[in-house]
Each structure stands twice: as structure tokens, then as C-alpha cells.
């Protein structure tokens, strides 16, 4: 059988059960479904919100460039209890849609970015919508039902600490520290796990002291020095090895 | 101190030592930096073959485009005895050239391309000037001191098959195999060992009952199927984080 199309409903579109509202892709996922890929009344197609949810639909209607659908099986996972978030210094990189392409494939949790002193460009305020686009034709393409979370992390190395309560176990990816550990698959891939890495160029030394300081512990991915995208792949491959609970 | 700008020199251009020829850069190198960075008679530069010698050099003179260099240290490594070559399934994929650059940063020991029953596009018979070219800046950025060697294995399986022999492991990786062993990173970076992937699309189920046959033992990298560069590239951030004997 060939795979069917995917189309990314988000969750706040799909009807609340027993509501007996439509099912209804709307703006871009609908041209492609009609336009593009000239869907027939009738054609089955795979949607999915990111969160787990998912169902077989056949197309009833094409209303005004919407695209109305009927459930035909409808599936619901709960949340994987093995999460890897990872939190990136934030950079100017060219190769941040890759990463976000990686992190769907590899079923990271959730890319977090933060502000440190070696950032270049400016953080935005919020995720932008084009991160999510990106990670939704990754999903398309691999059949994760999960998007990583997206998250921009405010007020610096403050913001980050805060934003790391609630991890079982937290690890700074540091090139200069001295006694760090080389973290296995199953350190990465089971519990609740935050994974920070600094930007392109690294952490200034009195960044990593207080993150230590803070309770996280210092990791490292070996002698080379690596790019930052190599070592957010490696961190997130690492953990996709090392879970047992995958599907 | 900054990092000294490093230039390839290949490894048939290194006089013999002792031997009082002078150090000569040529082409695209030899313009580089002369014209680019406009060094100085008397800069300093760090030369590297790619096969485990470097040096430190100062620019003696311009000379019809070319650079004569006088050296005033020079290192040169023992190979590596853990190494890790991918026989990776050829495929027209665009990217290859960012595998290149990951080989280069991850310290693969060498990267093989064979046509698979479902390759796309066609193998060429020799590996392609340009890949070189790639692993050279990435060499250039990251420091290794090793260029991973290319090949271009023909013959199909029974050319992987005769490939393979001089390893002391050989891994196939498969997705449909049933038993399938999901490597640690001691198991892919001790020792000579052989990692063999499919094309995108994989492999056919022949293909990988004639491998197993071989003696190839069967591998997998969890139960998401992951795109061809993403395992390729998980292979050899395992070994990377496998190996015990790095600088």
C-alpha cells in the first residue's frame, strides 16, 4: 500500500469528540491537498496535530479553499514518558531548519533556545511560524506524530535555570570542562532530560560555573570540537538509541 | 591567541625529509592565501596533508602564484587504529556534500558508496574531485588532521563482499532485520569496523540475506525510519563518542 498524504490539523482545530463538528484543513494544507495534489471527493488522507493525535479521513467537500473531512479511524497517543528537550544557544546558524527537520526525525521532545553571552543575531520573542512549518514537512515525511516544542527562553542564564526545574536530569555540554562525562544512550534517552548547549563559540567559563552551580552536570560529546548542529544531532540520536519505549 | 589559518597540502606535494625541497602551495590553496588573505612574507600558517601530518609554516616568498613556505615545526600521527568506514547505498542526494563535512568533523576513517538494487543516479567510477575539496574545508574548520578516504566500491554486493574483508566487524543496517542488534558507541568505535547502509528507500530483502549470508551482522538504529544522511550520520557520532584513543 502506498503511504497516504499527511496534513498537519492543529490540535485547536480538531472538533472536541461527540461534538459532531467537521473535521476542516484550511489555508496552505488545504491548497495542497485540493490544488496541488487534486485530492477526489472520497480520497483517503492521513491528519495529524502534532500532539499525538491522528486519523484516517476521506475528503467530503471542497468549501471555499477549505477542505471539509470525514474521520474514519481516529488514534490517540499518550505523551512518550522519555523526553529530551534540548537548550541551544542561540545563533544566526543557517543551519537551524535543519536541525529542526533532525529533531522530528530523532523525536526530541522540544528545542528550547536561550540568549548567551557568545549569541549572535537577536532571539526572537517567540517561536516563529516558520520553525513549526518546517517541523510539520519533517513529520509529513518520517511519521512522527509529535512536533517538538518549541520554546524561546527570556532572561538569560536566569530564565535557563528557571526553565530547568522540573528535569529529572539536566547536562551542560561544555568543551573545557575538566571531569565531564561522556553521556551514554540511556542517559539522554530515559527520564525527563535537559541537554543545554551553548551557541557556535561556545560558553564564556562563568556561564558553565553557574549553570553547575546550579546543579546541572557537566557532559561532553569528546575531544573534537564539534559544530553546533553536530551536537545537538549527536545529544538527540543519542537519546533516540538509547529509549526503550518507542512504537 | 587566534587560530592560525590552515592550508591543504596533499600528500604527494610534502617534500621527503631531509630531502631540502622547499614546501610549495599551488592553486586554489596558493591564491587563497595569497590574494584572499593577503599573508605577509613571514606569516604564519599551519599546513596539513590530511593524512595525519601538519606543521607550522611562515610564508617565504610569492613565486608566480605559488607560495613557498618554510617550515618551523612539524607533527606527524600514527594512524588511528579505531576506524570506522561507512559503505554507504549511493543515492543522488544533495546531501552528501554536508556528509562529507560530518565525516570530516565526526573523524570517520573512511566513506564508500556502492549501488544498491534501489540507488538513484549513477555511481561514478572514481570518487568525484570536489567531495575532496569539501572534506578539506571541513578539515580546515574543525582541525582533524585526517581526511576520511573515498571510495567507490564496484561490482554491487559481490564488490561490498570483497570490500569488507580487513575489517574486524561489519554491521549491516537494515530495517526490516528481526534480531537486530542497536550498536553501543564501543561497538562502532573500537577496532576496524565496517558500518553498511542502504540507499534512501533501503535495502531489497535479497540484498540484505545475501549480506547476512557474508557474515555482515545485522543492525538497526531504532524503529523510526530515519533518512539516509541522519543514519548515516548517527554511525559516526557513535563511534566518535565510542572511541577511546582521540587527542
Chains 1, 2 share one sequence.
Not at 177 to 200: C, K, M, W, Y
Request: proline share 8%.
Amino acid at each position: 500500500m502506498a503511504r497516504l498524504n499527511s496534513f498537519h490539523l492543529p490540535p485547536e482545530a480538531w472538533p472536541a469528540p461527540g461534538s459532531g463538528r467537521p473535521y476542516v484543513l484550511e489555508g496552505a494544507e488545504a491548497r495542497h491537498l485540493l490544488k496541488v495534489l487534486r485530492t477526489p471527493v472520497g480520497g483517503r488522507v492521513r491528519l495529524f496535530d502534532g500532539r499525538g493525535r491522528d486519523g484516517l479521513f476521506a475528503l467530503e467537500r471542497a468549501e471555499g479553499g477549505r477542505a471539509v473531512l470525514a474521520p474514519e479511524s481516529l488514534a490517540e497517543r499518550p505523551e512518550p514518558p522519555d523526553r529530551l528537550v534540548l537548550a541551544l544557544g542561540w545563533n544566526k546558524s543557517g543551519r537551524r531548519d535543519w536541525l529542526l527537520e533532525k529533531a522530528v526525525e530523532l523525536r526530541a521532545s522540544g528545542l528550547a533556545f536561550w540568549r548567551a553571552a557568545r549569541s549572535q543575531g537577536d532571539l526572537p520573542d517567540r517561536p516563529k511560524e516558520t520553525w513549526t512549518e518546517k517541523m510539520v514537512q519533517a513529520a509529513k515525511q518520517c511519521g512522527n506524530p509529535w512536533l517538538p516544542e518549541l520554546a524561546v527562553v527570556s532572561g538569560g542564564l536566569d530564565g535557563l535555570v528557571a526553565f530547568a526545574r522540573g528535569f529529572e536530569r539536566c547536562y551542560l555540554f561544555w568543551e573545557n570542562a575538566e571531569t565531564a562525562l561522556i553521556p551514554r544512550p540511556e542517559d539522554l534517552g530515559s527520564g525527563r532530560v535537559l541537554a543545554v548547549l551553548g551557541p557556535e563559540g561556545g560558553l564564556e567559563p562563568e556561564e558553565a560555573e553557574r549553570l553547575l552551580a546550579a546543579g546541572f552536570r557537566s557532559a561532553s560529546l569528546g575531544a573534537s570540537i564539534l559544530r553546533w548542529e553536530t551536537a545537538a544531532l549527536l545529544c538527540m540520536g543519542l537519546a533516540h538509541l538509547g529509549r526503550r519505549n518507542e512504537p
